[in-house]
């Protein structure tokens, strides 16, 4: 039985596509412009498009983590997951950002269905904790990011509020 892997299973699809308790991914970033994304309050905080590259790193990040692979990407701190905060005119590389965020996603949820509850328990690696925590760890820091967005969105007036419907 699958009983974890279903509660996680249950929460990355909240997360990432149903506006539950809160706005669901798809909701936060839902008819935002690349000038939108790109900006920043008073230069003092990530941009949206920088926080949705940080999300891409650090899923991928535990993707490979628990495939037990390398990531190729080695950045030389946790800022440069960042990135730059993007062009505000360039809509393509914005569309692309996001697609390559829920391709992310749909690939880390593939990875999760995979997982038994047996695996969850093991460590993901040697001398390291739990999947299980690894796991739980990268969905509430998602959560953060994804508060962190529309908190810029409610700042730059593009919030529209939670489609409850």
């Given amino acids: 039985m699958q009983v974890v892997t279903?509660?996680?299973?249950?929460?990355?699809?909240?997360?990432?596509?149903?506006?539950?308790?809160?706005?669901?991914m798809d909701q936060a970033l839902n008819g935002i412009t690349p000038a939108e994304a790109a900006w920043t309050s008073s230069?003092?905080?990530n941009s949206i498009w920088q926080i949705v590259?940080?999300?891409?790193f650090w899923n991928e990040d535990v993707i490979h983590r628990i495939n037990g692979t390398e990531n190729p990407h080695k950045p030389e701190d946790n800022e440069e997951t960042f990135g730059n905060s993007g062009d505000p005119e360039?809509?393509?590389?914005?569309?692309?950002?996001?697609?390559r965020f829920n391709e992310v996603m749909n690939d880390f949820k593939t990875v999760i269905?995979?997982?038994?509850?047996?695996?969850?328990?093991?460590?993901?690696?040697?001398?390291?904790?739990?999947?299980?925590r690894l796991v739980s760890s990268i969905m509430m820091h998602d959560s953060y990011h994804l508060g962190q967005i529309v908190l810029l969105r409610?700042?730059?007036s593009s919030w529209g509020g939670v489609d409850w419907s």
């Fill in 6 to 24: 279903n509660v996680f299973l249950e929460q990355l699809d909240m997360h990432h596509h149903k506006n539950d308790w809160f706005a669901s």
């Fill in 43 to 45: 230069g003092t905080s």
């Fill in 53 to 56: 590259n940080h999300l891409i």
């Fill in 90 to 99: 360039d809509e393509i590389g914005w569309a692309k950002t996001v697609h």
């Fill in 113 to 132: 269905a995979d997982l038994d509850d047996e695996k969850l328990k093991a460590p993901y690696a040697t001398n390291r904790y739990s999947t299980e």
């Fill in 154 to 156: 409610k700042l730059q």
